[in-house]
């Protein structure tokens, strides 16, 4: 870090970081070994495993499942099987930007008593992970700790980035009438992701306060979220899925017209074999493209108004759209999708077998890939407000809400595009990158002082949700009584708390009422993450007592 010419200041960085990651799994199954162990014929008399029999595995024990107490150690030995999968992330990152006060050249608004504000920089990032599963975890053999259709794949590649960015903010008007305060700010960054391309993202905003207290501000601008390791370098494999192929048989089922939309030639018309599995490659893509959210934003503030002089409320309605989603097309989805229409979205992931035509011996791209799109839209209200209420002491009170407009998911291009608010489900829930999210919610919290003692007393509100098959939109879906509503939720936590004069202590109790958490099934919620509870959104572990000590030194 540093100065010069009074009117600039640099700092630049360097920043390394690895993480390691372990994980051992113990007295785990082998799926392969239990077969042979509970393939067994009678030779002599004596339980066999047909395996030893046919000489392809000597070593197996019979696992008899019929006799309470007739599994030997011998036998569970035998079944039994470790795993282990070994991998790492890493990161180096060099930045360096100059900051400069322009005022110092004489650029600044000749109604502005501050100048114009500059930002220069750059940086460059390198990032990589690897991820390497032992043999039995890779061939998917063990029944809790792979993947039993494709086992844990092995992930390793790398990617790196350069990146110029700049920002300038310009006082356009200080102290004027009409324009107490009027600023505009500019912001760029363009990044060159190697190999993933190139991507640019921006802000504009103007903040114009027309009297001191009230004030207005709006800005676009574009951001982007590019692939992590995973998305673009797990390894992909190859595993057949039991989709029939309407183009196959000696009468296909689908018209030639639009088997030819699927790379089938004429020729190859009518003389497949009946065919009801098609390989299907699953796994990363290196060739992603970032994800791009385009935002719109635009607020007012009221503060110190004269009728209300401890009084803050600010007004903000948002607009996000998502484009570029990650994600991944079915393999039904695109072999229906390409008969029906021929869109090339779909019709681009079939390669049939070029020399018979066939999908058991081709194959349909499952891979992430660049999907679709979402959008949300909405309205978040804060509020403060003081007051004095006897001597040395205050109430205040502090609001922040949030109501939802909009929720559209349209990550599958194949489908329609569906609203989410207040929904959970399949497609709100599953399909979407979001936790579900109802249409209001909010906190309040009120807070009495006096001296160095406060005490404070915060009220969350989630709203009402229900389940998507509730709504015409999502017509077909089967509902449960018991999964088709979560009623609004209350939760109160109280605290309180002492600022000695070397340490500040503080007391309370998270969830006050010990509310318990909504339990639904995993049909009408599939992206839970502990058991039936939607723990993203709700408390999931009832009250919580905590006791914190700040010390000053």
């Known amino acids: 870090k540093g100065s010069f010419d009074d009117a600039w200041r640099y700092d630049a960085s360097v920043n390394i970081g690895k993480v390691d990651y372990r994980e051992q799994l113990s007295n785990d199954i082998s799926i392969n070994r239990l077969t042979n162990a509970l393939n067994v014929v009678s030779v002599g008399g004596t339980p066999t495993c047909q395996s030893v029999v046919d000489g392809t595995d000597p070593s197996c024990v019979p696992y008899n499942i019929w006799q309470a107490g007739g599994v ?4 569970l030995g035998y079944i039994t099987a470790n795993g282990s999968n070994v991998g790492s992330a890493k990161q180096t990152a060099i930045t360096a930007n100059v900051v400069g006060d322009l005022s110092k050249y004489g650029l600044k608004s000749p109604w502005a008593e501050d100048g114009i504000g500059l930002v220069v920089g750059g940086e460059y990032r390198r990032e990589s992970i690897s991820n390497t599963p032992s043999a039995s975890m890779a061939a998917g053999d063990l029944m809790y700790g792979s993947n039993v259709l494709y086992g844990t794949l092995p992930t ?30 500019f912001a760029d960054r363009y990044a060159h992701y190697n ?32 692939a992590n390791g995973h998305e673009l370098f797990l390894a992909q494999s190859t595993g057949l899925q039991q989709i029939a192929d309407p183009c196959s048989g000696v009468v296909p089922t689908a018209s030639q017209a639009a088997c030819a939309n699927t790379g089938m030639t004429s020729a190859q018309y009518g003389t497949l074999q009946q065919a009801n599995s098609i390989k299907v490659v699953t796994g990363g893509n290196p060739n992603l493209s970032p994800e791009q959210a385009n935002t719109i934003t635009a607020g007012v503030v009221f503060s110190d108004l004269p009728f209300a002089r401890n009084f803050v409320l600010s007004l903000d309605y948002w607009h996000i759209k998502i ?13 229906n999708q390409c008969l029906a229409n021929g869109n090339p979205i779909f ?33 978040d209200v804060a509020a403060q407000y003081m007051v004095h209420v006897g001597s040395k002491q205050t109430l205040s009170f502090s609001f922040n809400g949030s109501a939802l407009f909009t929720n559209k ?11 989410c608010v207040g929904l959970y489900g399949q497609t709100c829930s599953g399909d979407g990158p979001t936790s579900p999210i109802p249409r209001w919610r909010h906190s309040l919290r009120a807070t009495w002082s006096k001296g160095e003692a406060e ?11 229900a389940f998507e098959g509730t709504n015409p939109l999502f017509a077909g879906e089967t509902v449960y009584p018991i999964d088709s509503h979560v009623s609004a939720y209350d939760y109160f936590d109280l605290s309180a708390g002492y600022h000695f004069k070397n340490f500040d202590l ?25 058991g039936n509870l939607f723990a993203g959104a709700y408390d999931s572990f009832g009250s919580k007592v905590f006791l914190a000590i700040t010390a000053h030194m």
Request: hydrophobic share 40%; with cysteine.
């Open 455 to 465: 005490v404070s007393l915060n009220w969350r509100h989630i709203g009402p949700m």
């Open 506 to 530: 503080s007391v309370g109790v998270d969830n006050l009422f010990n509310t318990k958490p909504p339990i639904l099934g995993y049909g009408a919620n599939p992206l839970l993450l502990n």
């Open 195 to 226: 190999p993933q391309g190139n991507v640019n993202a921006y802000n504009v905003g103007i903040d114009w306060a027309p009297v001191r207290e009230i004030r207005f501000r709006t800005s676009i601008s574009r951001a982007i979220r590019a």
């Open 156 to 185: 390793a590649g790398s990617f790196n980035v350069l990146e110029a960015f700049t920002e300038v903010k310009v006082p356009v008007a200080q102290d004027m009438p009409f324009a107490y305060s009027l600023n505009l700010d």
């Open 409 to 419: 998911i349209l990550v599958d291009p194949a489908a329609p595009l569906e609203s």
């Open 323 to 335: 484009k570029k989603y990650i994600g991944s097309i079915s393999a039904n989805t695109s072999l």
């Open 72 to 75: 030997s150690s011998a036998a």
């Open 347 to 379: 019709c681009s992931l079939i390669q049939r077998d070029p020399a018979n035509g066939s999908l058991t011996t081709g194959q349909i791209l499952q891979t992430r890939a660049n999907t679709g799109s979402y959008s949300e839209s909405g309205m």
